[in-house]
C-alpha cells in the first residue's frame, strides 16, 4: 500500500514539509470533533441553533469531519514519507482552504451574523501554504 519513499528526491524546504504537517494536524483535530462530538461542534463550538433542522446539521457536520480526517491523513502521509508530492499537497490547501474562504467571506456565507473560527483561520492557512508552496518550489 505505501510505496518506497520519495524524501530523498524532495529538493525543496524542509519547513515546507513540516508545514503540511502540522496542516495536517490542525486539519484532523477539527475534523475528529466534527466526526466524533455529539453535536460535531455545531452547537458548542460554531454556535448554531440547533432547534431548528438539528439532527440534518449534525451529519453535515460528521461528513464534513469524515473528509477532513481523510484529508489529513494523506497530507500527514505525504510530510512524512512522500515529500515530492509536499507542493501538491500545499495547493490542495490553498484550493480547499481558498474556497471556504471565498465562500464564508463574498459567497453564501457572507452576510453570516455568526462565524465560526474557521472563518478566520482559512484565510491565515491560504497565505501562509502559498509561502510554504514557494519555498517547496525553490531548490535547495
Not at 503540511?20 to 466524533?36: N, Q, R
Not at 501538491?88 to 467571506?105: E, N, T
Request: with cysteine; hydrophobic share 55%; proline share 7%.
Amino acid at each position: 500500500m505505501f510505496p518506497p519513499s520519495t524524501n530523498s528526491d524532495y529538493h525543496g524546504a524542509p519547513a515546507a514539509a513540516w508545514f503540511l504537517i502540522l496542516a495536517a494536524l490542525l486539519e484532523l483535530v477539527p475534523g475528529c470533533i466534527h466526526f466524533f462530538l455529539p453535536d460535531g461542534g455545531a452547537g458548542v463550538i460554531a454556535g448554531i441553533d440547533l432547534s431548528v433542522h438539528g439532527p440534518t446539521i449534525v451529519r453535515i457536520f460528521a461528513w464534513f469531519g469524515a473528509l477532513q480526517i481523510a484529508m489529513a491523513l494523506l497530507l500527514l502521509v505525504i510530510g512524512v514519507r512522500y515529500r515530492t508530492l509536499v507542493p501538491l499537497g500545499l495547493v490542495a490547501i490553498i484550493v480547499s482552504r481558498g474556497l471556504m474562504s471565498y465562500d464564508a467571506w463574498l459567497g453564501k456565507g457572507a452576510e453570516a451574523m455568526h462565524r465560526p473560527p474557521e472563518n478566520y483561520a482559512s484565510p491565515a492557512a491560504v497565505v501562509l501554504a502559498i509561502v510554504f508552496l514557494a519555498l517547496a518550489l525553490r531548490r535547495r
